[in-house]
């Protein structure tokens, strides 16, 4: 059986490998953090449910489902996935596609606020999930953005596996920001009207306003507008 092992290479990598190139070890651009929550009392109703078995194999249909829809986001946005964490998800967008590779494209945090509005959408097909028997389950995403400088490594043996990593305050910065979000708010504070337009719309203003937006957590319910 043929596998595609790109997709397990974050997207700014794989643009680099293809020109020949590397990766800079020092980074400035938008990290984002983004969490769901859900995934316990899910597992939890499967099993009691469904058995251990047959419930695992839910669980993993649905996992699949939900990450599909989130990774799905990040790419048209400008971003990459680096990793995976519990059940987070932690991107990056780099601020060198806006100067080397798309001159005209918006800042990199104005393109990870639109990725988080987009799944945050994504995320509306999520909020009642049908387990039979038992009550509807939802799942719930938070998202903490940041912008600041990073230091970029490929870490481990390359005869066995590397992995692609984030590393500085900036990620301290990160976590908190995530953390101030929380799943069962949205923020007033997140983007000014202008620019939650345009993150919305993908009319993303070019020059210096767009790239004062940084350390603004994104959260919000599945079923609710976040703008």
């Known amino acids: 059986m043929h596998h595609d092992l790109s997709v397990y290479i974050p997207h700014d990598r794989r643009r680099a490998l293809a020109a020949g190139a590397g990766l800079p070890d020092r980074a400035t651009g938008a990290a984002m953090?983004?969490?769901i929550s859900g995934f316990t009392p899910l597992a939890e109703a499967l099993t009691r449910q469904l058995g251990p078995r047959r419930g695992a194999e839910?669980?993993?249909?649905y996992l699949n489902q939900v990450y599909t829809a989130l990774i799905t986001t990040v790419a048209p946005a400008g971003g990459s996935v680096i990793g995976f964490a519990g059940d987070a998800i932690t991107c990056w967008f780099d601020d060198r596609?806006?100067?080397?590779?798309?001159?005209?494209?918006?800042?990199a945090a104005l393109r990870?606020?639109?990725?988080?509005?987009?799944?945050?959408?994504?995320?509306?097909?999520?909020g009642a999930l049908a387990v039979p028997g038992a009550p509807a389950i939802a799942l719930t995403l938070s998202v903490g953005i940041v912008h600041g400088p990073v230091r970029r490594f490929l870490v481990g043996d390359p005869q066995i596996?590397?992995?692609d990593t984030l590393a500085g305050t900036l990620l301290d910065r990160?976590?908190?920001?995530e953390g101030a979000a929380g799943?069962?708010?949205c923020s007033p504070m997140t983007l000014s009207p202008p620019r939650r337009r345009?993150?919305?719309?993908?009319?993303?203003?070019?020059?210096?306003?767009?790239?004062?937006?940084?350390a603004w957590p994104l959260s919000c319910p599945p079923n609710r507008s976040p703008i």
């Open 33 to 35: 953090l983004a969490d």
């Open 161 to 163: 596996q590397l992995l």
């Open 112 to 126: 990870a606020a639109a990725c988080a509005l987009a799944m945050q959408a994504a995320m509306g097909a999520f």
């Open 58 to 61: 839910e669980l993993v249909h």
């Open 198 to 214: 345009a993150a919305r719309s993908r009319e993303w203003p070019s020059g210096a306003a767009a790239r004062t937006i940084c």
């Open 183 to 185: 799943p069962a708010r």
């Open 174 to 177: 990160l976590v908190a920001a």
């Open 97 to 107: 596609l806006q100067i080397a590779e798309q001159p005209n494209s918006p800042s």
